[in-house]
């Protein structure tokens, strides 16, 4: 087999065009406390450790939810179900025009920590443990206080575009 010469440097645009390659599930980080209450979109969030629970998010530096999420020490990563494109869009600002509040008719609950989590989502609620600035954005490491699980399947986005993910039969070979 062969292998592809990997060139030593890349360019922004190499790296976007790469990275827009990659499927990942979908979530909303929303934040409430003295800051005050606010949510956004988010595709780049991983499971760190399970000793302790820990997950990260990466939220752009100069960001109205990364000032909100550093103020208000914690926060709730909702990985959102195949039917939530409706919230993805909209905590990604696409109603910011005709609504300021993007909570506005969607059904959140208050966790014991009192951060807002999606009903029918998968909810990380978290403290944060550290805050990494790395280029453009802050990457926020958080201790998992609790989680509401939601069996469900993620809703995924690639390409610029949102797709389910579909079960590889186990009877298919490469």
Not at 44 to 68: E, G, I, K, Q, W
Not at 98 to 123: K, L
Request: charged content about 20%; hydrophobic content about 40%; aromatic content about 6%.
């Amino acid at each position: 087999m062969g292998c592809a010469v990997l060139q030593s440097e890349t360019s922004r645009e190499q790296f976007v065009a790469a990275m827009r390659a990659v499927a990942c599930s979908v979530s909303v980080v929303t934040t409430d406390g003295r800051a005050g209450r606010h949510g956004a979109t988010v595709s780049a969030f991983a499971s760190v450790s399970a000793d302790p629970s820990t997950v990260l998010v990466c939220l752009r530096a100069d960001s109205r939810v990364a000032r909100m999420v550093s103020e208000n020490q914690q926060f709730c990563l909702n990985v959102l179900g195949q039917s939530a494109r409706h919230l993805a869009e909209r905590f990604a600002g696409r109603d910011d025009g005709e609504m300021n509040d993007r909570f506005a008719g969607i059904d959140f609950v208050q966790t014991p920590a009192g951060q807002p989590a999606r009903e029918g989502a998968t909810a990380f609620c978290c403290t944060i443990d550290q805050a990494v600035p790395s280029g453009s954005h802050l990457v926020i490491i958080g201790k998992v206080s609790s989680i509401h699980e939601q069996k469900i399947d993620p809703l995924t986005y690639m390409q610029g575009g949102f797709y389910r993910v579909i079960p590889q039969s186990t009877m298919e070979t490469p």
